[in-house]
């Protein structure tokens, strides 16, 4: 959990692992799903 002005904010991003590849396509902020975009986050 962090804050952001302020507010606070809980977050949860659930990743998927192709070989030694993780990546995720949405975020939950606060209950509320968002998109991370076509290309998502991915760490290698």
Not at 10 to 22: K, P, S
């Amino acid at each position: 959990m962090t804050t952001h002005q302020g507010q606070r904010l809980t977050g949860e991003r659930l990743f998927h692992r192709d070989g030694f590849r993780l990546s995720a396509n949405e975020e939950v902020l606060n209950g509320r799903r968002y998109s991370l975009g076509n290309d998502g986050s991915t760490s290698t």
